[in-house]
């Protein structure tokens, strides 16, 4: 009854037979072991389980996961590369983005959608870019400052690396 | 000594493995065989259990075993509860509803199956035959005459009668030339911390231990409770809080869950995992608030606050959870607030009603006291045709008075109300936004100030006034090599004490932060300890980890004193993590030195034990008082009803600042979860006791989009309470917001005549009031 899926995650391929109704944050969590990716609602509300899907941010509770099937994938732990901390989580960690960390990965993962579509957002943008994820402990605050910092830093590495060509 | 870290906005140390996706929530643990427990709940709030029949479910796919209250009931005793009031009725709460069930969402039976998904598939296949009985749901209601009573043993419904006074209430009221009264309401509020609370349990039968991984604020009085549920052995018994969501105190408590899971851990030999739906979390984890205030201020026309008279109905849901009876026992201690009130009376009912438990809720019972009283203030100034700045600081006690007596029994520690008041005055530009307010309204627009000043009850607390002990305890434990491992009995989820607690001791010891190392929340490894809550970890726990430095350097130099052969030990001095001769700094050890030979042993001096590490538990002499001003600026529009901020100041004072980061992190969020309360969040129960605000959907916890920009100061006035001068801040923002939000929203209603509403202020209820006036 299962049916198989290829579902390439952080740069890597899956084969699973998965069931129809499994969820595809469970699968993260569950199957591949990748329990960065939280749950805070299973109702599409919360953001807390947000991932890159197609580089586009989705909450993977409201996908299956058979419908990933041959999609690209990117959770929290694919964010980093070769040890180096993506700009958007030096900011959260620089500027205090986070408390107790539950929101965090989904948070850094919508604020990743924002920051590749407006990349250098305003307050007010950056508001609404994060609407859908909810944050119980930081008052958003630090989390606003959190991806200023990461646009800015985002920004003057291109220069830079502009600049070196 | 030189302090490169205290004081410093350092970026946590924690965060690394929370931003990279690494960090381990209970559900993010998997164990061997491990099963998943799925619960069934109550669909009535009151009703007769007449049968529970669980056999399709036992026959289901996957599925393990299945438990009724009547399965469970000799092994497993009742959730307990540890407040004890005069007289105060405690109802039998079993981990499994038996004959009746009170509230919609108490736990009636347990699946345990192969997987999630079946363990759900399997509850919807219990038929619970119910015979429904007419529900309370209104504390007003629930102790008046005629009543549904909840728990028909007691035939009634009043939990307890609770009073305070100070003073001279009546000779108050007689001499005064004016008595304001008002009627308000304190909704009840669901915590929604973003993790639900989730248990991990595994039974190791060679061992005889069980270990509890659950979401909680207090493991280790979590484990004495739970070895009691569970009559095991308290050192049988292992309670791991792994990282954390949120708590605010909605995980300070003892939950049937935490019970049955680990019940079923050692009954099935297999671990289990059982996770909280969103759904469960706000039917079945305790909520917040829920009082009914009548007040009576007794003044004088030039705004002196002679007496405050109160009138609370606590409205405590079905059981008590661990402190639903103590929380409004707290807005009682601290309902003269910031202000000099020589005379107070406070009587305190408590209702049964059939709804999920209140109990603390960040704040826990202060907000409040802080917003009747702060509502009331703004009451007397419209009353008496006086600016509320000038109630306020009419009725300040002068800095000098401190320690200051309060008609409640209190002595706060140490103050300066007007300071704080002044600060943020200037911050917004209070005279001039007075001025422009005039001239909006002349525009037909309404600009409403908000002020609200306070002062909470902090750093819980001298053990004679905690139910399970209020001291904390730290171990700081030297490493052969130098790092230095801290165990602590607080248990941090959010506030960053690992940070805090790294800044103490990096400075204490002349160590880099890289090399210290906080662990908490394993009962396995830290000593005893009671938990984080009430402000108290950095305060408490901050000044135990202080303490067992101290001792750990005394040893550490009496050492040093011996290998560098001086025989008076006052003569020896260390600094930036050496220690050198006072009169010859040339003749010198490194601290790793001094560390490693006290573990090699080969020339201790005599009577001294190896090692370097000492333990301190450490009792405060009192609670402290932070306190602060808080002002809102808000423009309503009065077609619509809503609410915008212009500007919000909050000027806090909590004692000596050891991360200023952290500090502002707790006041944002609190001030977040005041404006939830203030404009958005009620949870609403209809008349059947059914949960209307049941999903995120209906019960909105504030967004990004929904929050002003939040601009904070601090007056630092240090407590005399512990040596840092640490008054705690975890709460500070939630107490101060609410009324300054509130305040804000009538003060722009005035020019219609509105002189109350109750929260939350929905535009809707905002239109209305104006259309009505
Ligand atoms: S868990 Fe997916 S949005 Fe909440
Ligand atoms: S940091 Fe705790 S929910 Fe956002």
Known sequence: MGRTIEVTINGLLYRHDVEPRLLLVHYLRDVIGLTGTHIGCETSLCGACTVLFNGAAVKSCTLFAVQADGAEITTIEGLAENGQLHPIQEGFWMKHGLQCGYCTPGMILAAHQLLSRSPDPSEEEIRRGIEGNLCRCTGYQHIIEAIRYAAEKIRVTREGGARSK | ?773
């Open chain 2, 1 to 773: 000594m030189g302090k490169k870290f205290v004081g410093e906005p350092i970026p946590r140390v924690e965060d690394h493995r929370l931003i990279t996706g690494r960090s381990q929530y209970v559900d993010d643990i998997v164990r061997p065989r491990m099963v998943y427990a799925a619960i069934l709940r109550s669909i009535y709030a009151h009703a007769r259990l007449k049968a529970v029949n669980v056999e399709k479910a036992r026959q289901a796919p996957g599925v393990i075993a299945v438990f009724t209250g009547a399965d469970v009931r000799e092994a497993i005793g009742p959730v307990p509860v540890a407040s004890r009031l005069p007289d105060l009725k405690i109802p039998k709460h079993p981990v499994l509803a038996l004959e009746k069930v009170h509230y919609v969402g108490e736990p009636i039976a347990v699946v345990v199956a192969g997987d999630r998904y079946l363990a759900r598939d399997a509850v919807d296949m219990i038929e619970v035959e119910y015979e429904p009985l007419e529900a309370v749901v209104d504390p007003e209601r629930a102790i008046a005459e005629g009543a549904p009573i909840v728990h028909e043993e007691f035939g009634t419904n009043v939990a307890f009668v609770w009073r305070l006074s100070g003073g001279d209430i009546e000779r108050a009221f007689r001499e005064a030339d004016v008595v304001v009264s008002q009627r308000m309401v304190n909704q009840r509020l669901i915590p929604v911390a973003m993790e639900p609370r989730g248990v991990v349990a595994e039974y190791l039968p060679g061992e005889g231990q069980l270990t509890v991984w659950t979401s909680t604020q207090i493991p280790h009085l979590l484990r004495t409770q739970l070895a009691t549920m569970l009559g095991l052995a308290e050192n049988r018994l292992r309670v791991i809080a792994p990282e954390v969501g949120g708590g605010f105190g909605s995980k300070l408590n003892v939950y049937a869950e935490e019970a049955l899971v680990g019940y079923l851990a050692m009954r099935l030999g297999r671990p289990v995992k059982w996770i909280e739906t969103r759904r469960e979390n706000f039917l079945s984890t305790t909520h917040g608030r829920g009082q009914i205030a009548e007040v009576e201020a007794a003044v004088k026309r030039d705004g002196t606050v002679l007496g405050l008279r109160y009138k609370i109905i606590q409205d405590l849901g079905a059981y008590h959870q661990l402190l639903t009876p103590a929380i409004p026992t707290l807005t009682g201690l601290m309902a003269t607030g910031p202000y000099k009130i020589p005379n107070l009376h406070v009587q305190i009912v408590g209702a049964f009603t059939n709804k999920m438990a209140t109990d603390a809720y960040r704040g826990a019972g202060r907000p409040e006291a802080t917003y009747w009283l702060e509502r009331m203030m703004d009451r007397i100034a419209g009353e008496l045709g006086l600016d509320p700045v000038q109630v306020r600081m009419r009725n300040f006690p002068q800095p000098e008075e401190f320690p200051f007596p309060t008609a409640s029994g209190l002595a706060y520690d140490s103050g300066n109300y007007h300071q704080a008041l002044r600060r943020a005055m200037e911050l917004v530009g209070y005279e001039k936004l007075r001025q422009e307010q005039q001239q909006l309204r002349q525009q037909g627009r309404y600009l409403g100030i908000g002020i609200s000043t306070y002062v909470e009850i902090c750093a819980l607390g001298p053990s004679p006034a905690l139910p399970a002990g209020g001291w904390e305890s730290a171990t700081v434990r030297v490493e052969p090599t130098g790092k230095v491992t801290v165990l602590t009995g607080a248990s941090p989820h959010g506030q960053g004490q690992e940070t805090a607690f790294a800044q103490i001791v990096a400075d204490e010891l002349g160590v880099e932060l890289a090399d210290v190392r906080v662990i908490h929340g394993d009962t396995a490894i830290v000593q005893y300890g009671i938990g984080t809550f009430g402000s108290r970890a950095t305060a408490v726990g901050g000044t135990a980890v202080y303490g067992a430095l101290q001792k750990v350097k005394e040893k550490a130099t009496h050492l040093a004193a011996h290998l560098l052969g001086e025989e008076n030990v006052a003569n020896v001095a260390f600094e930036d993590g050496h220690f050198f001769l006072k009169d010859n700094p040339e003749r010198r050890m490194t601290f790793h030195e001094v560390a490693l030979a006290a573990y090699l042993a080969k020339n201790l001096p005599p009577g001294v034990e190896p090692g370097l590490e000492a333990t301190y538990f450490f009792e405060p002499s009192n609670f402290t008082f932070p306190f602060g001003a808080h002002i809102a600026v808000v423009e309503v529009d009065p077609e619509t009803g809503d609410v915008q901020f212009r500007r919000y100041v909050a000027v806090d004072d909590c004692g000596r600042v050891l991360n200023p980061l952290l500090v502002d992190g707790q006041v944002h969020g609190g001030i977040v979860q005041s404006l939830g309360q203030a404009l958005l969040e009620e949870a609403v129960y209809d008349e059947s006791g059914q949960l209307v605000t049941g999903e995120l959907t209906e019960y909105a916890i504030p967004k990004a989009t929904d929050v002003p920009w939040l601009e904070t100061d601090r007056t630092e006035t240090p407590s005399p309470v512990n040596p840092l001068g640490i008054k705690g801040v975890g709460e500070a923002g939630t107490i101060a917001a609410t009324p300054a939000i509130v305040n804000a929203v009538l003060d722009a209603l005035a020019p219609f005549g509105v002189q109350h509403l109750d929260m939350p202020l929905r535009p809707e209820k905002i239109w209305r009031a104006i259309r009505g006036a």
